[in-house]
T-cell receptor, first 113, second 112 residues
């Protein structure tokens, strides 16, 4: 199993550009989520999904959209990037909402100029 | 919302020393988790704790679920160079909200 994969590894955007961060998992996990990691802030939940077709907002959802058309994929979209969205983004998955062992992807380092 | 205070924020130790770090919460958790993040990688689960008072080991790592259910501790014995990284605690409640709340991390550096 590849586990949780994320692409790209690094990305530089200009303010106002849009892009999609890709995330996929091959463990048949129902629950997937996106976090951002900023210095001194720990990991903050952006959006999550408890299954295909179901998504919900986390702690810091503004400026981000998600969709979950399949169990495997959970892309994160930035419609109009802002410098405040410069961060490291992690996708994660676990068996279900009640599950505890959460697996993280390798991260995407995003810089918005 | 729930907040986790993790301390210390950073530690500088010599190889072979023991390490202790802790997390405290303003509210009760039913599960405590400890993760380690290597540079440029995502966090990896080290230990999961499910019961108040529980003491669980994983090699040189030992973690405890506090009796009050509002704190947890992680100890690393006889540190080695590969222990370098950022350690995160995370709490999970089961009161209709199973989202994980993460601490701000403890950065461990080993001085040669």
């Amino acid at each position: 199993n590849a586990g949780v994969t994320q692409t790209p590894k690094f990305q530089v955007l200009k303010t106002g550009q849009s892009m999609t961060l890709q995330c996929a998992q091959d463990m048949n996990h129902e629950y997937m989520s996106w976090y951002r990691q900023d210095p001194g802030m720990g990991l903050r939940l952006i959006h999550y999904s408890v299954g295909a077709g179901i998504t919900d907002q986390g702690e810091v959802p503004n400026g981000y959209n998600v969709s979950r058309s399949t169990t495997e994929d959970f892309p994160l979209r930035l419609l109009s990037a802002a410098p405040s969205q410069t961060s490291v983004y992690f996708c994660a998955s676990r068996t279900s909402l009640a599950g505890t062992e959460q697996f993280f992807g390798p991260g995407t380092r995003l810089t918005v100029l | 919302g729930q907040q986790l205070n993790q301390s210390p924020q950073s530690m500088f130790i010599q190889e072979g020393e023991d390490v202790s770090m802790n997390c405290t919460s303003s509210s009760i958790f039913n599960t405590w988790l400890w993760y380690k993040q290597d540079p440029g990688e995502g966090p990896v689960l080290l230990i999961a704790l499910y019961k108040a008072g529980e003491l669980t080991s994983n090699g040189r790592l030992t973690a405890q679920f506090g009796i009050t259910r509002k704190d947890s501790f992680l100890n690393i014995s006889a540190s080695i160079p590969s222990d370098v990284g950022i350690y995160f605690c995370a709490g999970q409640s089961n009161f209709g909200n199973e989202k994980l709340t993460f601490g701000t991390g403890t950065r461990l550096t080993i001085i040669p």
